[in-house]
């Protein structure tokens, strides 16, 4: 069997059973309903015990649950970031009818609180999404043909009747507690983009342990605000992840739609987020990362699939970094490239050569490597098939 997730509250959380045949856990560790750390905990006779937690966690001086304990002592609340008024929570989804069945199930509560819920058929091949909508009965349904993540990015914006749209991938399971702490960072007008902590859903195969081990989507349990004043707009992939966030429909008339040459579908495989953030630091705006707007993520769970994850990652930061080169004349880009070579990727890769005890499997470098290297000519294929789509009436 593979790890168990737990989720654990500092105040109410008690004995943690049940966990017969697993050997460890990944444990999300909350106070007072918000996530403030994570830890791996060995699981002992199918137990984990409360006190170990809460060992584990005060020794490891996480900043996240002193910050929350400080405000608990002295009184004080968080400050007030509270919004009013419906938002539109956007799926967009492509042949996955599980992980979409699974999804809908977890915004059924945002619906029932008077959000909009819609969801966007990318490219579909059948028509097994639309009839899960339809079923639901909470949802709206739109079929966008145009293939790619950004497309149907694009597309949700437009459809959307609200003025802030929260992403959700389709293989993702928000918490409650998501769309709130999303909604309550756009009181501040120069917010343009939501982020939150994005924690693995199961951990049961290898694959799902290696990608969480070396490529995890979580960017820590501290708030941050990435202004575009005051840091370099191409360190935006610290903000988080388009797998969890929530966008201004202005954004669309600000900076301009998602690059429907980049991402899932096309030939660059991913990196739309990742120019869109840039263009929202380069034009001065506000990306927020709240750990408190919490999602679980089905990560890939057999070993290919997690290697064409990781070259679709490299593929999409080349492809990202040509169209920041090309298109706005980044002249930095080709250090950012050597940078990351010889500082992280050639280290990695020397550690794997000689199998230095943690370093990242061999076959998962290469096929990073091998993306970077596919990165520039996929993005010029992708935008020369973008531009023929564009001109057929």
């Not at 905990?41 to 809460?54: A, M």
């Not at 097994?128 to 909470?138: D, K, L, M, Y």
């Not at 990560?299 to 492809?319: C, D, F, K, M, S």
């Amino acid at each position: 069997m593979g790890d168990a997730v737990v989720d654990f509250d500092l105040e109410r959380g008690g004995r943690v059973e049940g966990l017969d045949g697993r050997r460890q856990a990944l444990v999300l560790v909350r106070f007072r309903g918000r996530p403030v750390h994570q830890l791996t905990v060995p699981v002992v006779d199918g137990c984990i015990s409360p006190d170990e937690i809460r060992r584990r966690v005060f020794e490891s001086g996480c900043p996240g649950i002193w910050e929350r304990l400080i405000e608990a002592v002295v009184g004080l609340e968080a400050p007030d970031r509270s919004r009013n008024g419906p938002a539109t929570v956007a799926v967009c989804t492509r042949d996955r009818p599980e992980d979409l069945r699974r999804c809908l199930d977890s915004l059924a509560v945002f619906a029932r609180d008077g959000h909009e819920v819609l969801v966007v058929d990318n490219a579909p091949s059948t028509d097994e999404s639309r009839q899960i909508v339809e079923t639901c009965g909470f949802a709206r349904y739109v079929r966008e043909d145009r293939p790619g993540e950004s497309a149907a990015r694009n597309r949700a914006l437009r459809e959307a009747g609200h003025d802030i749209v929260a992403f959700s991938d389709d293989d993702a399971t928000p918490d409650p507690g998501w769309l709130p702490a999303l909604l309550r960072n756009f009181n501040d007008p120069l917010v343009l983009c939501v982020t939150g902590l994005t924690m693995p859903l199961e951990l049961e195969t290898e694959a799902q342990r290696g990608f969480e081990r070396y490529s995890p989507f979580g960017r820590g349990f501290v708030r941050k605000v990435f202004d575009g004043a005051d840091v370099n707009p191409l360190s935006a992939w610290r903000a988080g992840a388009s797998a969890n966030m929530a966008v201004r429909r202005s954004a669309l008339d600000l900076i301009g739609p998602f690059n429907e040459a980049l991402g899932c579908g096309t030939r660059s495989r991913t990196g739309s987020d990742y120019e869109f953030f840039v263009r929202i630091l380069a034009a001065g705006y506000r990306i927020v990362y709240d750990p408190a707007a919490l999602s679980w993520h089905r990560h890939r769970r057999t070993w290919p699939e997690l290697r064409q994850v990781l070259r679709g990652y490299g593929t999409g930061v080349y492809a990202a970094w040509t169209h920041l080169l090309v298109a706005h004349r980044e002249f930095i880009v080709p250090k950012l490239a050597v940078g990351w070579f010889l500082h992280t990727q050639l280290p990695n890769l020397l550690r794997s050569l000689l199998r230095r005890p943690g370093s990242i499997p061999l076959d998962l470098l290469i096929a990073e490597l091998r993306g970077c290297l596919e990165g520039p000519w996929a993005y010029l294929e992708a935008r020369r098939e973008l531009r023929w789509m564009e001109s057929i009436p």
